[in-house]
């Protein structure tokens, strides 16, 4: 009741609780896909490798958030490229990528002089510090993901579900493989300011993974996994406010042990339904 009488009073919680909202719509939408398409180890390959952009932003006076977004379709392109063309080496290129982003983003801010940079914020985020300014710059990021699966939901969805037979209809699978990365590395900069680079994955999976225990179409997933994704993000703020806990951990750990139990819960049910068929 203390979190819900502050959050009437004080603009930032709002503001955490309307950046929550945004990052949770991008969660469900893109989340879903990365589940599907079981891609999770390259998106985050794409969210380490964010650091070197800001890094290098922050050495040469520009916005750490534009430094982000560059550097991630960079990688999403990188890593894309890798998974189509080079698989043998995929996963050593990808966990070389990973680390070298995080090191160099390291390195710059290191060497940035007169201006210090709490790196915990960027890791391990911190949604109570979104301004409104970051508001809008993360609602225009939501309507250019929302823009793209409404223009291209089918395409992506044989994508996702079956490459081969999208190629053998003339669907031009590598371009929309890389788009849909493109549009993950969007997500993962949106998500940064909620749970950080560290927790980013699990905001970004954990939703749409438990969405999948109870759907059956894309469509449905992506709705649950929004709507959990809210509920994560609200709930964990609820949480972490009173005894002043780091809302990201809150939230990822309130996610986790949603879907250790929605597994568990899950698993039981398989065998009873296969019974009840047989």
Avoid at 58 to 65: C, E, I, K, N
Avoid at 72 to 99: H, M, N
Avoid at 140 to 165: C, S
Avoid at 234 to 255: K, V, W
Wanted: overall charge neutral.
């Amino acid at each position: 009741m203390e979190f819900f009488s502050a959050l009437t009073e004080q603009t930032f919680l709002q503001n955490a609780l309307i950046a929550g909202v945004l990052a949770s719509i991008a969660c469900g939408l893109i989340g879903t896909y990365v589940v599907v398409m079981r891609i999770s180890y390259l998106a985050g390959g794409i969210a380490h490798s964010v650091m070197g952009g800001m890094g290098l932003a922050y050495y040469l006076g520009g916005s750490p958030f534009i430094g982000a977004l560059i550097a991630a379709v960079v990688s999403a392109l990188i890593i894309g490229w890798v998974k189509l063309y080079w698989q043998e080496r995929e996963d050593t290129l990808i966990g070389a990528l990973w680390a070298s982003g995080m090191a160099i983003g390291v390195l710059f801010i290191s060497q940035t002089p007169g201006y210090q940079v709490d790196l915990m914020s960027y890791l391990f985020g911190n949604i109570l510090l979104v301004a409104k300014g970051d508001l809008w710059l993360m609602a225009g990021m939501d309507a250019v993901i929302i823009a793209a699966i409404a223009l291209l939901y089918r395409p992506f969805q044989a994508v996702a579900f079956d490459a081969q037979f999208a190629r053998l209809r003339g669907l031009p699978v590598n371009f929309l493989y890389l788009l849909l990365l493109c549009i993950v590395a969007l997500t993962v900069v949106l998500m940064i300011q909620v749970v950080g680079l560290i927790l980013v994955i699990a905001l970004l999976t954990l939703p749409a993974a438990i969405a999948g225990h109870y759907t059956k179409t894309l469509g449905s997933m992506m709705a649950l996994a929004s709507l959990l994704g809210l509920a994560f993000t609200s709930g964990g703020l609820a949480i972490s406010y009173q005894p002043d806990l780091p809302a990201g951990a809150c939230i990822i750990l309130l996610a986790a042990a949603t879907f250790i139990i929605s597994a568990i819960v899950a698993a039981r049910k398989k065998p009873l339904e296969t019974e009840a068929e047989a």
